[in-house]
């Protein structure tokens, strides 16, 4: 298996379009919180709400 990754053409356009791809989707996403705006208001009202809790019952 992992000759043919490395003597493999197909194995190689792969290997190349697959990081492409996914770090194209994850600028792009990146790139919506700023230009759309990020609002993380409810999550911080949650974190308040309810914080993390230690094994003896105190606030961590």
């Keep these: 298996m992992i000759k043919w990754f490395q003597t493999s053409i197909i194995?190689?356009?792969i290997l190349?379009?697959?990081?492409?791809?996914?770090?194209f989707g994850w600028l792009m996403s990146s790139l919506l919180k700023f230009t759309d705006g990020f609002d993380?208001?409810?999550?911080?009202?949650q974190v308040i709400?309810?914080?993390?809790?230690?094994?003896s019952g105190s606030v961590q």
């Design 49 to 55: 709400e309810s914080p993390v809790m230690s094994m």
């Design 11 to 13: 194995a190689r356009v």
């Design 40 to 45: 993380a208001s409810s999550f911080l009202h």
């Design 16 to 23: 190349l379009i697959a990081p492409l791809y996914l770090g």
